[in-house]
């Protein structure tokens, strides 16, 4: 089962619920250093102390906020409880807002959260009318140390919730000029037909890592003494005429060329179990080969 990040009650007016969250991805944070709590000496792994000169247990430790070099204003466990705002057990959601108004800018880490048992109805309830509406739920919520802002969303297995960056958090954009092109009527149709063509459903599993992929791949030719072959790379010429480009980029969306094949899942299962030697070696990138290709080839 997944590790519970987050234990609390979400509310909804009057409405309580409990809730259990769920790393879905993770980001960085800063952290505090761990001092000695008998001289504030900065502790290595294993926890030893430096000036007195013996390791120090788990329950000797107190958390140190370097404000100059070496100087720590000193935090016990209790002090940090007793800071913490209302959010680190209750998340209350404070407005509903459009979804479809939303930047994805904001979104920082990705969660999600289950009902317990006691709150099952209220959190169906919640979620059906959601997902009815296009409204997510904006949230305050404490957790490591930190209070951040959140939007409580419908996802496809139960209620999703990303934490926010703060809008003094987000850059701002370098500005692009875009109002000073004339765009002709005839290139937004062509480049309309274009995406048109290569409109599909939103469909992630079918995206994949092909360097990794590759390298999986080259590691199992290797092991069986095999050459590491060049993957071809496309050629890419610069645009001088936008309709030209167009056009054929269409003409080829119509009457699509044999690309040149990557190596499939199943070929690299082939490589690595040993089934059947391939035909062709892997294609591994470029670089790799210059650099692998004289071990290999010795
Ligand atoms: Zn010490």
Not at 87 to 97: G, H, P, Q, R
Not at 178 to 191: F, P, R, S
Not at 205 to 227: C, H, P, S, V
Request: with cysteine; net charge neutral.
């Amino acid at each position: 089962m997944a590790t519970t990040v987050w234990k609390g009650h979400l509310t909804f007016g009057l409405i309580s619920m409990p809730v259990r969250m769920f790393a879905a991805a993770r980001g960085e944070r800063i952290s505090f250093n761990q001092l000695h709590k008998e001289c504030h000496s900065r502790l290595k792994q294993p926890l030893f102390c430096p000036v007195c000169n013996r390791n120090v247990e788990r329950s000797e430790i107190v958390k140190g906020y370097e404000y100059e070099k070496d100087q720590y204003v000193l935090f016990s466990e209790e002090e940090m409880d007793k800071i913490e705002p209302a959010s680190a057990k209750v998340m209350e959601i404070l407005e509903f807002v459009k979804l479809s108004e939303m930047d994805p800018l904001y979104f920082d880490s990705s969660y999600y959260i289950s009902p317990e048992d006691a709150g099952v109805k209220a959190y169906q309830l919640l979620m059906k009318d959601m997902e009815e509406s296009g409204y997510g739920a904006i949230a305050k919520l404490t957790m490591h140390q930190r209070e951040h802002i959140v939007i409580v969303r419908p996802g496809t297995r139960g209620m999703t919730l990303h934490t926010m960056f703060y809008s003094n958090e987000i850059r701002a954009a370098e500005s692009v000029p875009t109002d000073k092109i004339e765009l002709k009527d005839q290139e937004k149709k062509l480049a309309q037909q274009l995406i048109e063509s290569l409109a599909a459903p939103f469909d992630p599993q079918k995206y994949r890592d092909e360097y990794q992929e590759n390298l999986k791949a080259m590691i199992a030719a290797k092991l069986k003494g095999q050459q590491v072959t060049e993957v071809a790379q496309p050629h890419l010429a610069p645009v001088i005429d936008l309709m030209e480009a167009l056009k054929k980029s269409l003409a080829e969306k119509q009457a699509p060329a044999a690309r040149p094949a990557a190596v499939s899942p199943a070929e690299v299962a082939q490589v690595s179990a040993g089934k059947k030697p391939p035909t062709r070696a892997v294609q591994p990138v470029a670089v790799a080969q210059k650099r692998a290709g004289k071990k290999a080839a010795g």
